[in-house]
Every structure is written in structure tokens, then in C-alpha cells.
């Protein structure tokens, strides 16, 4: 295992496309997260899974935007009908749940045009 | 509401020179603080935890509940270090949720 994988790593789409990116967790961990980055601005909560159960999620998440882990291992979030400030990297994590400390992919980078 | 700040942006010492970056927050509980690096070209990594009480390569934190830092120190900057650094808080109990300071970027020159 070398660690949280995303894919892709960049997608550059067209304003009202929709867009589906993929996050395969560290296999032990069983909390996953979404995070989303955007220039000049720390990593930002979307929201979380534990298991295959969603616990919460942000504001930042409009109704546009849906996340799965339907067998508590890999998860995808969808944005639908993109907009230009969907652009942004978007951030997958893992953790132990009660262990703390979360472990970052390397990011999915979503241009829309 | 959980809050941290970064108050610098970017921080330009020379090698062999003492580093402090510097993290306030806001939590009213008691709030587990990181501290994450990100290399150029690489994906955001821990550095440290403040339970951990850990140096690693040469960095140490400490909590100071009653200033409500998490200051990142090291006392002699190496080229190597050279990266954006980002203070994160995690809440206690049901909220599960890192939040980020905005990072500064730490320039160390030869």
C-alpha cells in the first residue's frame, strides 16, 4: 500500500459538464475525507465518511456536489452542472478513526472552462 | 467555531538560521493540533502532532493553551526545508474535521 491514491489527477472540463473524480484510501483506515483546495487558501472541509456512512458535510457542499463510498472503501465525488469556481484541487484523506491524524492523496486538479 | 492563522505568508531566512512559524487558534474545547508540509511537487504530508510531543527532522511544536499557539520551531534552517507549511486543528469528539490555516511559505537560502 503506498498510501491515498486519486484519480485523475487533473481534469480540465467545460462549464456544465459533470465530473467524477475517485479517492482509494490507505485499506486499513476506515474514515475517509474531502477537502478542497483553492490558490492561496489552506485545504477546506467538504465533508466525511466512516465506513460506507456519510457523517457530515460542509456548507461548501451545494447540492451540486455528491459524494459515495458505497462499500466503505473507495469513494467518488461528483460535481454536477461544474461552474468556473468549482476549479480547484481537491483534496482525499484517510484516517483511523480515534487515531487523529489524516493522510492526504496528492489531489485532483479540476479546471473548468 | 474552530479557527486557525497563519499570520505570515512567506518567511525568507538563511540556512543555519533559526525558523519559527507561527499558528494561532480559536476552539473552545480542547482541540488537537498538526502541522502538515508540503514539498514542492508533492502531496501535503504530517509533519507533526502536538500529542505526539515527537521532533522530526529537527522541527519541534509545542501547545500553549493559554496562547493559544502551536508555534513550528527549528533552530537551524537546512535548504531542504524549503516548503509551504500548514497549521491544521482537529475538534474533539463528533467533529472530525481538520481545519487549515491559509500556510506560509518558508524560503531557506543557501
Known amino acids: 500500500d503506498t498510501g491515498v491514491s486519486q484519480d485523475p489527477r487533473h481534469k480540465i472540463t467545460k462549464r456544465g459538464q459533470n465530473v467524477t473524480f475517485r479517492c482509494d484510501p490507505i485499506?486499513?483506515?476506515?474514515?475517509l475525507y474531502w477537502y478542497r483546495q483553492t490558490l492561496g487558501q489552506g485545504p477546506e472541509f467538504l465533508t466525511y465518511?466512516?465506513?460506507?456512512?456519510?457523517?457530515?458535510k460542509s456548507r461548501l457542499l451545494s447540492d451540486r456536489f455528491s459524494a459515495e463510498r458505497p462499500k466503505g472503501s473507495f469513494s467518488t465525488l461528483e460535481i454536477q452542472r461544474t461552474e468556473q469556481g468549482d476549479s480547484a484541487m481537491y483534496l482525499c484523506?484517510?484516517?483511523?478513526?480515534?487515531?487523529?491524524?489524516?493522510?492526504f492523496g496528492p489531489g485532483t486538479r479540476l479546471t473548468v472552462l | 467555531a474552530q479557527r486557525v492563522t497563519q499570520p505570515e505568508k512567506l518567511l525568507s531566512v538563511f540556512k543555519g538560521a533559526p525558523v519559527e512559524l507561527k499558528c494561532n487558534y480559536s476552539?473552545?474545547?480542547?482541540?488537537?493540533l498538526f502541522w502538515y508540509v508540503q514539498y514542492s511537487r508533492q502531496r501535503l504530508q504530517l509533519l507533526l502532532r502536538?500529542?505526539s510531543r515527537e521532533s522530526i527532522k529537527g522541527f519541534t511544536a509545542d501547545l500553549n493553551k493559554g496562547e493559544t499557539s502551536f508555534h513550528l520551531k527549528k533552530p537551524f534552517a537546512q535548504e531542504e526545508d524549503s516548503a509551504m507549511y500548514y497549521c491544521?486543528?482537529?475538534?474533539?469528539?463528533?467533529?472530525?474535521?481538520?481545519?487549515f490555516g491559509k500556510g506560509i511559505t518558508l524560503s531557506v537560502r543557501p
Open positions: 476552539y473552545s474545547g480542547s482541540p488537537e
Open positions: 465518511f466512516q465506513n460506507e456512512a456519510q457523517l457530515e
Open positions: 502536538h500529542i
Open positions: 484523506a484517510s484516517s483511523l478513526a480515534l487515531a487523529g491524524a489524516q493522510f
Open positions: 485499506s486499513e483506515h476506515n474514515r
Open positions: 491544521a486543528l482537529l475538534g474533539t469528539g463528533a467533529n472530525s474535521k481538520l481545519t
